[in-house]
């Protein structure tokens, strides 16, 4: 009897996924009530700073949702910001804190910008450009991150301190790579490259425009969705997940901690590098400052979606329509910086209650 219900329980078993269907539900509802929660604080600290009414600001955000243009601007953010999520989700179920996304992400997206160009001056077909940058990007990535993944598992040094190191010299790497003469995409130009951009690459073909509204949607909602199997319908992810429930516990039932913890972080790694194209194959140029404060804003999205699919793409859209109401009521007097206390007060009190929870 026990064996039947055992194998009932196996992954993709009818039994075993109405359950995490309900799982999800519970945790997509207490997202919603978490995210529910903040706006109205959010909305009361706004009124008391300004002379504006809640329900003003409250018809306004409302406004800034439901108006078209807005909300599509919003999913448009929304996607990328989805992987930057996962980027802190799925090392923090091993117990690694990825504090490098945002460095991961500025430099996958450089080195596929350099592919771009490359790419076109030798007249690439445009499809394998696109596929080789995406290949790129995912590969820096995760070169990069193996640095504190590395240290941390041979020399036990802590990956908060060295995730945050990797980030500043990201920065300088990047300076060097883009004022470097030798290169053969040096443009003169510290602060940016001009790439190909990806409307530029197919504008010719007569499936252009649907491309150009879905592909890039497509290949982040795979991921995303590969990602989120992965870890939860595998095996290997309920290795990786008992990994995070201790080291200790998960090397007595037979679990290599080492390569769970490297391929955790490393699928992070990937979702990183891959995030900063969104951008690049939309404008045509890389900036390094068009991912600032990615990583930051990927940490509260996660924290807020309670590390679960349908709670971060809930939670990325959510934050992104926030931002776009945070920008648009300046005008009252409300500084962009009252958006980013929010998001840091949402990280603490996460960090708070999640320490009273191990104590």
Known sequence: MAMNVFQELVPFSSIAFRLRMKLAMIELIRSILLLSSITIVFVIVCSVC????????????????????HFTDAVEAAIPLCLMAFAFSVPYLVGFINLGAEGQVSLGALMASAVTITASK????????????????????????????????????????????????????????LTSKRLIWYNGDSQGLESIS??????????????????????????????????????????????????????????????????????????????????????????????SGWGFEGITIAILGRHKLLGIMLASVYMAVLKQFALSIQGYGISYGSFLILQAVCVFLYLFADRRKKV
Request: net charge positive; proline share 2%; with cysteine.
């Open 122 to 177: 030798y007249n690439i077909n445009p499809l394998v450009n696109i596929l080789s940058s995406l290949f790129v990007a995912a590969l820096v990535a995760v070169a990069w991150s193996a640095i504190s993944v590395l240290l941390k598992l041979y020399l036990n040094v802590n990956e908060i301190v060295t995730t945050f190191i990797l980030n500043a010299l990201a920065l300088s790497v990047i300076s060097i790579l």
């Open 50 to 69: 300004t002379d504006q009414s809640p329900l003003d600001l409250l018809n306004k955000l409302l406004n800034v949702a439901l108006s078209k243009q």
């Open 198 to 291: 990806f409307q530029s690459q197919i504008s010719s073909k007569p499936y252009s425009l649907h491309l150009q509204l879905t592909l890039i949607v497509i290949v982040f909602l795979i991921a995303l969705t590969v990602t989120h199997a992965f870890i939860w319908w595998s095996s290997f992810g309920l290795r990786i997940r008992a990994v995070g429930g201790g080291f200790k516990t998960a090397l007595l039932c037979g679990i290599n901690n080492r390569s769970s913890v490297f391929i955790a972080v490393s699928i992070a790694a990937v979702a990183a590098g891959i995030a900063g194209l969104d951008v690049l194959f939309r404008t045509g140029r890389f900036q390094a400052d068009d991912f």
